[in-house]
């Protein structure tokens, strides 16, 4: 990313005074610069929030891994305007085959103007999304690691490795499943040790595509934990079980990967040229708690699951647009007295969820009898769409309905990137303001409207007559009544101005 040690100008701090030797020079501080401390910092920017983000890490990882933007990740990129500069850099794929790797075809109309999976190297997305936080007037500062931090009832003092101390209103742990923020803050990270252990590289193979696809295909009948997969530029992916292979404190090497190469497929491929090896584990964990006071948690550093359906980036990315707006409703001075608390309230089912859903992917995974035969089950249970579209919007993160109270299904979901007068939908939520999406053109959004924004549009394809929308594009309230409207834009959006 060859970001320089400070990427943009502070905003202008308050004066500091002899009761205070560390005054407030920033309103939050970040630790961990991957997607979701970027994605946070980005947030947090389209409300002119000061943010700093502190990256331990002097320079990116050296290894180029791709990893998978599903679904609804693609449509918060669409929402902040960052899709076409993503795209990119990617390559699109069918939303299908996520579910324990179990191929089926994606189910018909699925429904996202976003309906695929996009392959993208993990330094490239981080580097789009850092890119657009500092664009946004975000700071970075690589080579800082937080060593301890102490807060009281106005901010957070952080102590970084070098001796410096910074003072912000609010801290935020994005620094990963080994987060010092998480552990400096004594909260509990219960769950199940790693008992699996897998290699995971890309490669070169010395062979040709045809007998791979052959060999993969025969060795994966009763491994579904082993593949060859090409991704472009004649590399290929490759995963393979570590049972028995080195140390796993220390990194695998490419011979690791021809022994357990030979031992599951009968051949080693001609392996060569590794881009970078590793190794992960089963490890399957939770934060207790998402928030303490004024620091909070996010990404890895909140849950941690193996990586099989590729959703723990996208996880990290969600709680970013989940937390973002309402941190800086906070620090502006109009959130709603329990509004940062629906952070955790909201975003730590949706873990526990995932982390669900990884748990018996993971036993699927298994070369056992009894789960090789549910395995099976389950793949025939695929071939009736509702069970296999289910499974996919699970993966994808678009079956996701936050509990805001009685009412119409839409209710707490999140909106599809519907056609408008203007264009798109997504368009409109640039900004990262709340809207309402008037089919009567008889509402208003009146003293909010320096937090939400008001598009009369009767041509809108709904089946409702109005919807608010949130930031995040969850649907916060249906129907056509002033008041009622009025009544929510309060509950979500505090009081109106003057």
């Given at each position: 990313?060859?970001?320089?040690?400070?990427?943009?100008?502070?905003?202008?701090?308050?004066?500091?005074?002899?009761?205070?030797?560390?005054?407030?020079?920033?309103?939050?501080?970040?630790?961990?610069?991957?997607?979701?401390?970027?994605?946070?910092?980005?947030?947090?920017?389209l409300h002119d929030v000061r943010v700093l983000v502190l990256e331990?890490?002097?320079?990116?990882?050296?290894?180029?891994?791709?990893?998978?933007?599903?679904?609804?990740?693609?449509?918060?990129?669409?929402?902040?305007?960052?899709?076409?500069?993503?795209?990119?850099?990617?390559?699109?794929?069918?939303?299908?085959?996520?579910?324990?790797?179990?191929?089926?075809?994606?189910?018909?109309?699925?429904?996202?103007?976003?309906?695929?999976?996009?392959?993208?190297?993990?330094?490239?997305?981080?580097?789009?999304?850092?890119?657009?936080?500092?664009?946004?007037?975000?700071?970075?500062?690589?080579?800082?690691?937080?060593?301890?931090?102490?807060?009281?009832?106005?901010?957070?003092?952080?102590?970084?490795?070098?001796?410096?101390?910074?003072?912000?209103?609010?801290?935020?742990?994005?620094?990963?499943?080994?987060?010092?923020?998480?552990?400096?803050?004594?909260?509990?990270?219960?769950?199940?040790?790693?008992?699996?252990?897998?290699?995971?590289?890309?490669?070169?193979?010395?062979?040709?595509?045809?007998?791979?696809?052959?060999?993969?295909?025969?060795?994966?009948?009763?491994?579904?934990?082993?593949?060859?997969?090409?991704?472009?530029?004649?590399?290929?992916?490759?995963?393979?079980?570590?049972?028995?292979?080195?140390?796993?404190?220390?990194?695998?090497?490419?011979?690791?990967?021809?022994?357990?190469?030979?031992?599951?497929?009968?051949?080693?491929?001609?392996?060569?040229?590794?881009?970078?090896?590793?190794?992960?584990?089963?490890?399957?964990?939770?934060?207790?708690?998402?928030?303490?006071?004024?620091?909070?948690?996010?990404?890895?550093?909140?849950?941690?699951?193996?990586?099989?359906?590729?959703?723990?980036?996208?996880l990290g990315v969600q709680d970013a647009f989940n937390l973002g707006?309402?941190?800086?409703?906070?620090?502006?001075?109009?959130?709603?007295?329990?509004?940062?608390?629906?952070?955790?309230?909201?975003?730590?089912?949706?873990?526990?969820?995932?982390?669900?859903?990884?748990?018996?992917?993971?036993?699927?995974?298994?070369?056992?009898?009894?789960?090789?035969?549910?395995?099976?089950?389950?793949?025939?249970?695929?071939?009736?769409?509702?069970?296999?579209?289910?499974?996919?919007?699970?993966?994808?993160?678009?079956?996701?309905?936050?509990?805001?109270?009685?009412?119409?299904?839409?209710?707490?979901?999140?909106?599809?990137?519907?056609?408008?007068?203007?264009?798109?939908?997504?368009?409109?939520?640039?900004?990262?303001?709340?809207?309402?999406?008037?089919?009567?053109?008889?509402?208003?959004?009146?003293?909010?409207?320096?937090?939400?924004?008001?598009?009369?549009?009767?041509?809108?394809?709904?089946?409702?007559?109005?919807?608010?929308?949130?930031?995040?594009?969850?649907?916060?309230?249906?129907?056509?009544?002033?008041?009622?409207?009025?009544?929510?834009?309060?509950?979500?959006?505090?009081?109106?101005?003057?």
């Open positions: 990313m060859n970001s320089p040690q400070f990427t943009a100008e502070p905003s202008p701090s308050p004066s500091p005074s002899d009761a205070d030797p560390y005054p407030v020079s920033y309103d939050v501080i970040i630790a961990g610069c991957g997607p979701t401390g970027a994605m946070l910092a980005a947030e947090l920017r331990k890490e002097t320079e990116p990882a050296p290894f180029v891994r791709i990893v998978g933007l599903h679904i609804r990740s693609l449509e918060l990129m669409a929402m902040r305007g960052l899709l076409d500069r993503v795209l990119e850099h990617g390559r699109r794929r069918p939303a299908a085959g996520f579910f324990a790797g179990i191929s089926k075809p994606a189910p018909e109309g699925l429904d996202s103007a976003h309906a695929y999976l996009l392959g993208i190297p993990h330094p490239v997305i981080v580097r789009l999304i850092e890119e657009h936080a500092v664009q946004l007037g975000a700071q970075v500062r690589r080579g800082c690691a937080v060593a301890g931090f102490e807060q009281d009832d106005e901010g957070v003092t952080v102590d970084l490795a070098d001796g410096e101390r910074l003072r912000a209103r609010y801290l935020v742990g994005c620094d990963g499943g080994r987060s010092a923020v998480r552990k400096l803050l004594g909260v509990g990270f219960p769950g199940e040790p790693s008992r699996t252990e897998t290699l995971m590289g890309e490669m070169e193979v010395g062979v040709p595509q045809e007998e791979v696809a052959a060999k993969v295909a025969e060795a994966g009948e009763t491994n579904k934990r082993f593949w060859l997969r090409p991704f472009g530029g004649g590399a290929y992916s490759v995963v393979v079980p570590a049972a028995g292979v080195g140390d796993r404190a220390e990194p695998p090497t490419l011979q690791d990967f021809k022994q357990q190469l030979r031992a599951i497929a009968g051949t080693d491929f001609g392996v060569h040229s590794p881009r970078w090896l590793s190794r992960f584990g089963d490890a399957t964990r939770l934060a207790e708690l998402y928030r303490v006071g004024r620091v909070l948690l996010a990404g890895d550093a909140a849950h941690i699951h193996p990586p099989t359906g590729g959703q723990g980036l996208n707006w309402k941190l800086a409703a906070q620090i502006r001075g109009w959130a709603p007295e329990t509004l940062l608390d629906t952070y955790q309230t909201e975003r730590r089912p949706v873990a526990e969820n995932v982390l669900d859903n990884t748990r018996a992917q993971m036993e699927l995974h298994s070369t056992e009898p009894g789960p090789q035969a549910l395995r099976r089950l389950l793949t025939e249970l695929m071939d009736i769409d509702e069970v296999n579209r289910r499974l996919i919007e699970k993966i994808a993160a678009i079956d996701i309905r936050y509990d805001f109270g009685d009412g119409p299904d839409l209710l707490g979901r999140r909106l599809r990137d519907i056609d408008v007068e203007q264009g798109h939908l997504y368009g409109l939520l640039h900004r990262g303001r709340g809207l309402l999406l008037d089919r009567t053109a008889r509402l208003t959004v009146g003293g909010w409207s320096d937090r939400v924004d008001h598009l009369a549009d009767p041509t809108a394809v709904l089946d409702v007559p109005c919807v608010l929308l949130r930031p995040d594009g969850h649907v916060a309230w249906i129907g056509d009544d002033q008041q009622d409207l009025d009544d929510h834009l309060s509950r979500w959006f505090g009081e109106p101005a003057g």
